[in-house]
């Protein structure tokens, strides 16, 4: 499911950090790797840039994981888009370095456009993911909208390399206009959560259900900061709300904002899992 | 205790005590009130201007959007009311009383005192009287009246919520607007209406005394503007308990019918091309400069002149909201939003521009063609300039009268639907309001406005109600996104699943 992946790399990533990310990576299932730099190919930058990937290609394939690398020159997003579908990888992923606001205002964030323009998965590792720890749990929280199926998701959660030790499903609803109205929407999310953690085939023991009112873009960040979670697997629409060009996606703020890991799920991925 | 009791006991004490400043301490009332109303006046008359604007477009939005054929009600509910009913209603209501006091007196007092910029008297300062007066009364304050008295219609006869303000913040509160929030925005409400109301009692009172004065040559003394008010207390008491569907109903449309029969007389009888010509002129200046006198405070020249009337009404009429606002809904069950917005900002608003063109052009061309200098007197005494223009008319005694009649009837409108209104809130929204809540607001509300006409500390109060805006218009802002909230999440949740089901 997670057998293939294309990790594009700035070259400013340090060797510890690419190892803790090809650690994680290797635990999804991972045994293939494309290292991919979008820069410039000339003579001279070209060899410089070769020469850094065959060395984090050194570093990931120490982790027992195959690699192949790829240098293109051209826009970044779409060159990594592209790559992607070019080399017929089941996912991208980025190890996540946090802008400051004003680097990320005006050049914006290379995560954002490749979750925007990707329809295969975006997995976007951050340095605080645990799953190592013999210590603690390895908790997943799934945002689910209730709304649109969540077969291909819970593959994910039911596949053997993903396999967590708890799952966290989350509803972020509106209040209802009033309190009658509200008492039956709590009941439905209820009773739907219910069923989605009866589908997913985990126990009691290994998932649970909250629901929360609120802006789904604040608030899952915000539970996966209390929980705290490990991983959020999110599900992405392309279908957006009437700000939704002027905000970005909910899935594009999460990634960007949680405090955790985020595995980002095309809804239109049905056909290829 | 329980919600009503709390609001009402609270509400009493807060009004009682206010009322009882105004009593033995009247200076120190006015003292503080002045202080309260300038600096608000000072530093947040943008924030009406800017409030007041963004209602119209909310408004106007609605009654054009996918929303607007929500019904307020239940789905195949007819309207409660006939549209002459419902219209007569919301004028008595929103408007009546005022118009027949500054019908004439406004148009006057702006040709007699614009801003410094315009020369007093001129023909540039007939115009911008005229305009302005249409703005001051035009499409603003019922774009007010209209986010108020929807979300109030739409969560207790769409949502079966009682009728409280408060209950209008559920999507925004949840089960916090049965707490303390909740009572405190409606204890505000109560303490807007009351403070109101009395202001409006006892200036109609005086205007009902002038009239008197004009037609019998009653003298104007307190006496008798206290024995005025002691018989509209008793009309409107007895209006009170017969209820909506028989008192104020009858009463409003019996107004409704007189004065537009007094316009049209005045209209056949004044300078009739005259009236037409500056009803057609101010209309256009008024519909071309919209949105810069929507916007503008004037902070370069005539700051002042904006600050003593634009930025008055528009506080005025936010803290006369709540009881337009409730009394509106409780009228306009069964309708649409669509027809509820269009109904409420077109019919009450031209109106108000025939009635403000006939009787201001009157005026303006006896001052202006006749050397009658009303512009004077309208400076002097308010209460009594539409009966000086009256004895220059036609059978102008009678008109006198029949005004006299009208401010009285409206007075009594007015007042009746301030004690159902107040009874109302002070009882958990319960639309058949108990007798005793309704005889304690209708007796205290004439029994402050007589004292305080006698102490001197009625203007005292009306800054008072103005004073109470400034938390009413954060309020009424936040109503607006409640509102939005739960009209998008019917749409979403509740609309669309029915109609796909319809469609299957």
């Given amino acids: 499911m997670l057998k293939r992946v294309l990790i594009p790399l700035n070259l400013h990533e340090s060797r510890d950090r690419l190892k803790e990310m090809g650690g994680f990576l290797k635990t999804l299932g991972t045994d293939e790797a494309v290292l991919l730099h979008v820069g410039a190919d000339t003579r001279s930058a070209g060899e410089h840039h070769r020469r850094k990937l065959a060395l984090a290609a050194e570093w990931i394939g120490a982790l027992g994981v195959t690699v192949e690398t790829a240098l293109r020159p051209g826009s970044v997003q779409m060159e990594i888009v592209h790559a992607a579908e070019d080399r017929g990888v089941d996912y991208i992923s980025f190890a996540f370095r946090r802008k400051n606001w004003l680097k990320r205002a005006i050049l914006g964030s290379t995560v954002k456009d490749v979750i925007r323009q990707s329809d295969i998965p975006v997995f976007v590792h951050k340095q605080a993911t645990r799953r190592a720890e013999a210590d603690g749990i390895y908790r997943v929280l799934y945002p689910t909208s209730l709304q649109w199926k969540n077969d291909v998701i819970i593959e994910y959660i039911r596949s053997k390399e993903f396999k967590p030790d708890e799952v966290v499903f989350l509803y972020v609803g509106r209040r209802a206009p009033d309190p009658v109205v509200e008492q039956q929407r709590r009941d439905e999310v209820a009773a739907q959560l219910e069923e989605t953690l009866r589908q997913s085939g985990l126990t009691e023991s290994e998932g649970r259900q909250i629901s929360v009112l609120g802006s789904p873009r604040r608030q899952i960040v915000k539970i996966a900061r209390r929980l705290p979670a490990d991983v959020v697997l999110l599900g992405k629409a392309d279908t957006t709300s009437g700000m939704g060009p002027v905000l970005g996606s909910t899935a594009e703020e999460v990634s960007y904002n949680a405090p955790c890991s985020v595995l980002i799920i095309p809804r239109d991925l049905g056909g290829k899992v | ?504």
């Fill in chain 2, 1 to 504: 205790m329980k919600k009503g009791t709390t609001v009402f006991v609270v509400s009493l004490v807060l009004v009682v005590s206010f009322v009882g400043l105004g009593i033995v301490v009247p200076q120190q009332l006015d003292k503080l009130s002045a202080a309260l109303h300038g600096a608000i006046i000072e530093h947040f008359g943008w924030a009406y201007l800017l409030a007041a604007f963004g209602f119209v477009v909310f408004s106007l939005f609605l009654a054009f959007s996918k929303y607007g054929r929500i019904k307020l009600g239940r789905d195949n509910e007819k309207p409660q009311y006939s549209y002459f009913s419902w219209f007569s209603m919301l004028f008595a209501a929103g408007m009546g009383i005022g118009l027949i006091f500054w019908g004439v007196s406004e148009p006057l007092s702006h040709f007699a005192n614009p801003p410094k910029y315009i020369q007093s008297g001129s023909g540039t300062a007939a115009g911008f009287a005229m305009v302005r007066s249409f703005f001051h009364w035009g499409i603003q304050p019922w774009a007010i009246y209209i986010v108020m008295s929807l979300s109030i219609a739409y969560f207790s006869f769409r949502r079966g919520m009682a009728p409280l303000i408060s209950n209008t913040f559920y999507p925004l509160l949840g089960d916090r607007v049965f707490g303390g929030i909740g009572r405190m925005i409606d204890v505000l409400a109560v303490f807007a209406t009351v403070f109101g109301i009395v202001t409006s009692l006892g200036l109609g009172a005086l205007q009902i005394n002038g009239g008197l004065n004009a037609v019998f040559g009653v003298p104007t003394t307190d006496t008798v503007t206290f024995i005025i008010i002691a018989v509209v207390t008793v009309l409107y008491m007895i209006s009170s308990m017969t209820g909506l569907d028989t008192g104020i109903q009858i009463l409003s449309k019996t107004n409704v019918l007189v004065a537009i029969l007094l316009l049209a007389f005045v209209f056949v009888v004044g300078p009739t091309s005259y009236i037409l010509n500056v009803f057609t002129t101010t209309i256009g200046e008024y519909v071309s400069q919209f949105v810069n006198l929507s916007l503008s405070t004037n902070p370069f020249e005539g700051y002042e002149w904006t600050k003593s009337w634009t930025l008055f009404y528009w506080a005025w009429w936010i803290s006369w909201s709540p009881f337009v606002g409730l009394f509106v809904a409780s009228i306009s069950r069964g309708r649409t939003i669509r027809e509820f917005i269009s109904g409420a900002l077109l019919v009450p608003t031209l109106l108000t521009f025939l009635w403000f063109a006939v009787f201001g052009a009157t005026g303006l061309d006896l001052q202006l063609n006749h050397g009658v200098d009303l512009a004077a007197a309208a400076v002097s005494d308010v209460t009594t300039v539409l009966f000086d223009m009256f004895s220059y008319l036609p059978l102008g005694n009678v008109l006198s009268l029949i005004a006299v009649l009208l401010l009285s009837v409206f007075f009594v409108t007015s007042a009746d639907s301030a004690t159902f209104v107040l009874g109302m809130m002070t009882s958990n929204g319960d639309l058949n309001p108990p007798m005793s809540k309704k005889l304690t607001w209708g007796i205290l509300q004439s029994v402050a406005a007589m004292i305080l006409l006698m102490s001197g500390g009625l203007e005292a109060l009306q800054r008072m109600a103005i004073v109470a805006a400034l938390p009413f218009t954060f309020v009424m802002v936040c109503m607006v996104f409640s509102l939005l909230k739960a009209l998008r999440y019917e749409w979403k949740y509740e609309l669309r699943g029915r109609r796909s089901a319809d469609r299957r």
